[in-house]
């Protein structure tokens, strides 16, 4: 995955930036100061901050970093003069010292456009079902631009007045969900407002938000075929899981626990229970029950078509795949593969597996769990991740 020396530090300042804004808008809505846009609380600026321009320019992540820290200093400096029992003039005349001599960034790098879903969430949970809706919907009226595989090779393509852009790159993982439904429901406009994307406001929200899932499915599978690793990390789709006679759960309940999920088809042995992760056999769910397998059943033929979207492949009966504690997809295990390899990782570190202990030699399930557990994901909308 893609890293910088700077990742270190500039991580943490964008999520800085996304918790503020975020932190922001939930005070407002709180106080009752924004209005609601497709479900949820409002924007109410034209502009934001933009975590994503501060990634590619270091030199202005710098000096903002800098700045922030300048606009602490005065910020200390107004405070104890005023705790001061004495009037303390010079530090009152520090602070506008300070605010001239800060290097303040480019405000051109550091705000973008925003409207007022930036910050939306998908309240979908990457359901399965609502990743098979989205799919319905795309090949309905979206196939004819953007492709089959949403490469942007569609028979219309050639006559848009822009191209359209290749959805199976990195580009959902880049865009913030909230603009990608903007983009959706009000459609988008080249620098002189002319129309290039058509605006599909008759979807409603939830098709809408089915559609980016659907989207970010397909995106994770054809570049999985082309490159053999993600462009981001890819969650897991939840789908009701039966275990024996307890009442059903959502797959996405075990969260904190690692799972296992196995495609059925796979010879008995490889389906022996492994007490550091959970193991959940999923079926297609037309086929005759055979009672094999796992103690934990999803019988979906939604949630089999979104793991074979994932993986890229029509052939998915065996695939196995391990997700970590906080719900993401991290590693693939073909069919009939015998063992676990650090290769089985789709998302991974160029840094290797120095941070992760060492498991002993031929335990390959032991080396990618270690490897799991030590490099979580940490992922930021444009942000860098392993
Ligand atoms: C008539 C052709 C056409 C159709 C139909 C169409 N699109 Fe597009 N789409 C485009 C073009 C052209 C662009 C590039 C627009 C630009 O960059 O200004 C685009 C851009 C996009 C983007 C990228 C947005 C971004 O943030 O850069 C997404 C996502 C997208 N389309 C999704 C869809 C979905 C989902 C549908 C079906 C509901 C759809 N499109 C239907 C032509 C089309």
Known sequence: MIRTPDAGWLDPLVGCLQRAQEGLLGLLAWAGLAGTSHGQAAWPWALRLSGEHLLIDAGQARRLALTLLVLALAALALGLAALWRKPRWFLVAAVPLLLVAAP??????????????????????????????????????????????????????????????????????????GELLWRLLHGMQDRHGAATMPA?????????????????????????????????????????????????????????????????????????????????????????????????????????????????TTALAGTQWLVDRDGWLRALGAPGQAAWSEDDLLCRTEAGSRSAPAAPPGDGLGALIARMDAEPVRFLKGGFVH
């Open 104 to 177: 303040w960034p480019q405000a051109s790098v550091l705000f973008v456009p925003a409207v007022p879903t930036s910050f939306h969430r998908s309240p979908t949970g990457f359901d399965a079902v609502s990743i098979a809706r989205g799919g319905e919907l795309y090949a309905q009226h979206c196939v004819a631009c953007h492709g089959v595989d949403g490469r942007g090779q569609g028979p219309l393509a050639a006559a848009q007045p822009v191209w359209p852009p290749d959805l199976a790159g990195p580009l959902l993982w880049r865009r913030a969900d």
């Open 200 to 312: 599909f406001a008759q979807l409603g929200d939830a098709d809408a938000w089915a559609l980016i899932d659907f989207m970010k499915a397909q995106a994770a599978g054809q570049s999985l075929r082309a490159t053999g690793a993600w462009a981001g990390p890819v969650g897991l789709p939840d789908v009701e899981v039966r275990c024996e006679a307890r009442p059903p759960r959502r797959l996405a309940s075990w969260r904190g626990q690692r799972l296992r999920i196995v495609a059925a088809g796979t010879p008995q042995a490889a389906l022996r229970e492994d007490p550091r992760v959970v193991t959940v056999l999923l079926r297609r769910g037309d086929e005759a029950a055979s009672g094999a397998g796992g103690e934990c059943v999803a019988e979906s033929s939604a949630a089999w078509h979104a793991f074979s979207l994932i993986a890229g």
